[in-house]
């Protein structure tokens, strides 16, 4: 939305003609979008409603999380009071901080990995004198069923197969 719609929105509901549910429901945005533009905007002043920057360092998202912990605000209340758009990405960089601390919140690399990740182990056999009998006479029964099996397979295929005819001269 432009700066000048979100400065009509958020006037209408400072005048007091509406609420936040009214001034959504006329100009068909959400109650709770309009409820982070008058923070942002009490915040902020009207700078808080215009294009906003996307991407801040770990030292920035650090003094931020910090701020949140200490006065015990929510995501809506830090990012109107930072004037981060997006106040969910708070959320993400909480549960990084914890997994990573601030090396966690530095910026990740963006695209597809250059190289294809390595293929999974191949599970290698143990070799045949580290067998028991009774492992080589199981492998032994199960070579001769499949070998016989695929004898069984290769006559069917033989004797069924389709025999060449000579094109017709009509």
């Not at 991407?55 to 650090?62: N, P, Q």
């Not at 999974?120 to 070799?127: I, L, Y």
Request: glycine share 8%; proline share 6%.
């Amino acid at each position: 939305h432009s700066a000048r719609f979100k400065r009509s929105v958020v006037d209408s509901y400072l005048c007091g003609d509406e609420s936040y549910a009214s001034a959504a429901s006329k100009r068909g945005v959400d109650a709770a979008t309009v409820r982070k533009w008058v923070a942002l905007y009490q915040a902020h002043g009207w700078a808080g409603l215009s294009g906003k920057y996307d991407h801040y360092d770990a030292t920035f998202k650090l003094s931020v999380l910090e701020r949140m912990w200490r006065e015990g605000l929510s995501y809506r209340q830090t990012a109107a009071l930072f004037n981060i758009r997006n106040a969910s990405c708070l959320a993400g960089w909480e549960k990084r901080y914890h997994a990573g601390g601030i090396e966690a919140l530095g910026p990740r690399p963006g695209g597809r990995p250059m190289s294809k990740p390595p293929a999974p182990a191949v599970p290698v056999a143990p070799s045949d004198e580290a067998k028991s009998r009774e492992e080589l006479l199981a492998e032994l029964k199960q070579l001769r069923m499949e070998n016989a099996y695929l004898k069984k397979l290769e006559a069917l295929t033989q004797g069924h197969a389709p025999k060449k005819h000579k094109p017709s001269r009509r």
